[in-house]
T-cell receptor, first 115, second 115 residues
């Protein structure tokens, strides 16, 4: 089954304790991206990756890091989480065609609470 | 840069009534446009997409949307609402911004269906 898998689905942590949210897709997609979803703000892009070893900032990258060592994996790293990073996070992937992304396939989401 | 405006953060309809969710976009190039649906505690699921073929696009669950270039709109409709349609709906536009093949989302419209 084609899917994007995120872990953990739920996490409560404390300020400053490093954490990683993993993301893996089995569709051989070149493009992967992380979004955060906050009430009234919709989805905002954090980071994206065009392919292995190619990553770049989205609209709200502060406080986050990513890596793309393998095509299927795109982990999101919070080196020193703060309460304003409490949010619902989505990983997504897509083929690229016609010079732009096609439909994004989303993971189920990871709800992070930072105390 | 592209942007998406969804008119009405909350729409309420009666079961069996017409559903109309409004989306206007701006884009520097002919857009790819998408509607996604999000059920509670789930990820985003693609309803339908426009990628420069037919302007009237049919999607899953009886939804359809019409691309109107002159109005820069991509409104989502369904002739008869069902209780199971209650969810949040997001319009998105795909474009290339520099090296970023990006989907930009509207802030979402929460659809309530009353019995």
């Amino acid at each position: 089954e084609a899917q994007v898998t995120q872990n953990p689905r739920y996490l409560i942590t404390v300020t400053g304790k490093k954490l990683t949210v993993t993301c893996s897709q089995n569709m051989n997609h070149e493009y992967m991206s992380w979004y955060r979803q906050d009430p009234g703000l919709g989805l905002r892009q954090i980071y994206y990756s065009m392919n292995v070893e190619v990553t770049d900032k989205g609209d709200v990258p502060e406080g986050y890091k990513v890596s793309r060592k393998e095509k299927r994996n795109f982990p999101l790293i919070l080196e020193s989480p703060s309460p304003n990073q409490t949010s619902l996070y989505f990983c997504a992937s897509s083929l690229v065609y016609g010079g732009r992304t096609g439909e994004l396939f989303f993971g189920e989401g990871s709800r992070l609470t930072v105390l | 840069a592209q942007s998406v405006t969804q008119l009405g953060s909350h729409v309420s309809v009666s079961e069996g009534a017409l559903v109309l969710l409004r989306c206007n976009y701006s884009s520097s190039v002919p857009p790819y446009l998408f509607w996604y649906v999000q059920y509670p505690n789930q990820g985003l699921q693609l309803l339908l997409k426009y990628t420069s073929a037919a302007t009237l696009v049919k999607g899953i669950n009886g939804f359809e949307a019409e691309f109107k270039k002159s109005e820069t709109s991509f409104h989502l409709t369904k002739p008869s609402a069902h209780m199971s349609d209650a969810a949040e709906y997001f319009c998105a536009v795909s474009d290339r911004v520099g090296s970023n093949y990006k989907l930009t989302f509207g802030k979402g419209t929460l659809l309530t269906v009353n019995p």
